[in-house]
């Protein structure tokens, strides 16, 4: 774990619900895009159900963080984004789950008009930072695999971005 600082309330601020003000850390920075209810298989999990949607994007952030060689006591700032701000209890859930609620990451919710699929009902984005040494996970496809990838994925659903 990096040497990361998560400070809840600064001075002249009151604490936030369930996230840190201000957040920092050095080493090598990890940006996770979006994730959103997708199984392995790029099957949506939970049409409808802001919860089970809510625990998969969880998930796949846990996934995507290991492939980096992070966790979620790396997180330093995660976006939520919903449809409905009614989703909202269903991701802070979910998020609890996975962090420390005495350190939270910073944070921000917006609620959004559509994501990319009318069935996507919360999409959520992470930056995280670990020791510049800290060796890289080496699962996944990278390279002109993962670009050929993303396009495909981009031109036959559509593309979180």
């Known amino acids: 774990m990096s040497e ?3 400070l809840v309330a600064p001075e002249g601020l009151a604490p936030g619900n ?3 003000h201000v957040a920092w850390g050095t080493g090598r920075t990890i ?3 979006g994730q ?3 199984d392995e298989k790029g099957e949506l999990v939970g049409p409808g159900d802001p919860e089970a949607q ?3 994007v969880f998930e796949n952030l846990g996934r995507a963080l290991a492939a980096a060689g992070a966790t979620f006591a790396d997180v330093l700032k995660l976006t939520f984004y919903v449809t ?3 989703q909202l209890p269903a991701l802070r859930v979910a998020r609890d789950a996975v962090i420390d609620t005495e350190r939270p990451p910073a944070s921000t919710a917006m609620v959004v008009a559509g994501l990319f699929r009318p069935d996507v009902l919360v ?3 992470a930056l995280a930072v ?3 040494d800290a060796p890289a996970g080496t699962t996944g496809t990278t390279g002109a695999a993962a670009a050929t990838s993303t396009a495909t994925a981009a031109t036959s659903e559509g593309s979180s971005a």
């Open 36 to 38: 959103v209810a997708f």
């Open 84 to 86: 409905d701000r009614d």
């Open 123 to 125: 999409e959520v984005d």
């Open 18 to 20: 369930g996230y840190s």
């Open 31 to 33: 940006a996770v895009s």
């Open 54 to 56: 809510a625990r998969q």
């Open 4 to 6: 990361n600082v998560h």
């Open 130 to 132: 670990v020791p510049a």
